[in-house]
């Protein structure tokens, strides 16, 4: 085929064939939880453990939110870009002084993701502090997945979803479709967590780190799209009892490869970043003993707010921006 006509044949089946995807999607957000608990130390290892189903199954809270509550989805990303050339060289990295420079609501608009991170933190400090086993575990496993998201570089962009409309699906393609087809054969054994001594410093480095391979991400998307035939791109497969598009074995192979394992790395980083947050929450609330909340349970009031969360999300529509790898469990 003429490589001019694959964008338009790609839109064109586009239109017929959405995309399914999953929200570093609802199986990697579960994976990054589960594996992170085994890297903290023994004095935090027993508590996590004992709760690992919780953690891992509530890894998603935040993405059932953004069907439930306004000003969820904007906790998610920073569109980076959006403020310049060089964002990292004028962006304030304190809350304060971004707001006093650019103005709260234009902050809110292209995404708070790194402030999110500095909020949740002490926000599990508090709850360490407290011994407050509801808060102590919620925190702990919506944290997980907003430290998880900063990780992926189509979170800290503008053109989230590429840049054209024929790159409409890299995102689920990235944090979705590659780790899905290739996790199983990835190695998440990787030491202890460690000490993190500023969490906005730290979220911020997360930030920058994955801006600087949106490039890659979207260019490598772009040279492999360009010079394949469609039907090594694409395969139909069954979902449950639903019939599907989704990228090829071969092309997920291809994409992975080209980017030197980018997705395994980023994966693997994000179990190590989780653990590592989650034990420096601890440290700094002066490391309690967990031991003493081993035999308490989530609380009554706490489950009916789970209860009512899934309710939203399942009858609710999206609030701000979609997520262009948002879907049902």
Known sequence: MNKLLRPIVF?????????SSFSWGFFCHRLINKHAVFLLPPEMVGFYKKNIEYLIRHSIDPDKRSHAVEGEAEKHYIDIDYFGDKPFEIMP???????EKYGEDTLHEYGILPWNIQKMYYRLVDAFKAGDVDQILNVSANFGHYIADAHVPLHTTQFYDGRVLYQKGVHALWET??????SGD???F???AAYIPNALDKAWDLVEYSHHEVDSVINIYDSLFLNLDQDLIFVMEERGAVLSRQYSRVFVDLFEREMQQMVNRKLRMSVMSVASFWYSAWVDAGQPDL???????VSKAHNEELK?????WKTGKPKGRPNPEDSEE
């Not at 839109?11 to 995309?19: F, K, Q, R, S």
């Open 11 to 19: 839109i064109a089946l586009l239109m017929a064939y959405p995309l």
């Open 186 to 188: 990835w190695d998440f």
């Open 177 to 182: 479709r590659v780790p899905e087809t290739l």
């Open 190 to 192: 990787l030491g202890r």
């Open 93 to 99: 990295r304190q809350w304060r002084d971004a707001v």
């Open 291 to 297: 031991d003493r909340l081993m035999d308490k349970e």
């Open 308 to 312: 009512e969360l899934d309710r939203l």
